[in-house]
């Protein structure tokens, strides 16, 4: 799949939707480590961009992002629209990063 043709919009210009193949998701499940938390415990204290929780949300991102994809292809899909993020919780120090949209094929429109 052309990682180009994934949107947070309803649609892809240029291009017409043929077929809904439903709801994909792509999630992970991430921790910060003992070292992680020291290092961002010190950065925190003098204040600005904590660059070590920057990098484990960066990653975690993209993890989930790679398995929607992954999720998209095994279905058939092309194309996925409506793509969203969320992250909770899980508990203190542990958090689920999810990627979702809706999984279609796309034809592109003849101009």
């Known amino acids: 799949m052309d990682t180009s043709l994934i949107t947070t919009s309803t649609g892809l210009d240029g291009y017409k939707v043929v077929k809904h193949l439903g709801v994909v998701r792509g999630i992970t499940v991430r921790s910060r480590s003992v070292v992680g938390n020291f290092a961002g415990g010190i950065q925190s204290l003098f204040g600005g961009r904590l660059s070590v929780y920057v990098e484990l949300c960066e990653n975690a991102r993209e993890e989930a992002y790679h398995l929607l994809i992954q999720h998209a292809q095994a279905i ?7 793509m969203r993020y ?22 592109k429109v003849a101009e």
Not at 76 to 82: R, S, V, Y
Not at 86 to 107: H, K, P, R, S
């Open 76 to 82: 058939g899909a092309n194309a996925i629209i409506g």
């Open 86 to 107: 969320d992250a909770n919780e899980v508990m203190q120090g542990i958090t689920e990063v999810l990627a979702y949209g809706t999984a279609v094929v796309v034809e």
